[in-house]
């Protein structure tokens, strides 16, 4: 029986699609001016070596602590992007225009996101990841102010429940590590 749950556990997963959640500290440079902020959330999802990263609720901040202005530009995804895997991690490269989309963060209306009102932006985007680890460079070309915005991030991805392997993200090999601790016992 146990060899049975096991096989349709095995069945079920194998079509699933793995996604990775990181917490990055973000590094924003607009004209020299430097920003930063932490605990920015960003998923990377990918099926067959194919990926998808999303950056949601974007913001751009500028100013002195204390005397900040918040100006929100949106969520910045790319997908469909073919993945690299050597020297133990992944690496992914888009370069083509993209349109930025309404964050969803609770604070702004969908009207103040200014990421939809600028239409089709050209990025840059080159991102190497791990199943614990991101590191990834976003050029934004902002044509018509005659700018480049840089964006880079560096995020870790905590273990979360169901990770049997602790390898970071819950997927087919947690699967098979229930079943070799299920046909051990």
Known sequence: MRKVFALLSVLCCALAVSATNYTCHIKVVVNGEVSEQDEVPVVVTGENGVYNLTLNNFMLISGEEGDQVTLPVGNIAVSGVEGVDEYGYTTIKFNSPIVITPGNDG???????????????????????????????????????????????????????????????????????????????
Do not use: C
């Open 107 to 185: 604070v702004h209306s969908e009207d103040e996101w200014i990421g939809p009102m600028i239409g089709e932006v050209p990025i840059d985007l080159t991102a190497r990841f791990t199943n614990t680890a991101l590191d990834a460079n976003i050029d934004i070309e902002l044509a018509m102010l005659q700018q480049t915005i840089g964006v880079s991030l560096f995020g870790v991805a905590p273990t979360i429940k169901g990770d049997v392997n602790e390898d970071g993200e819950v997927g087919i090999s947690d699967v098979n590590a229930v079943i070799n601790i299920i046909l051990s016992e």
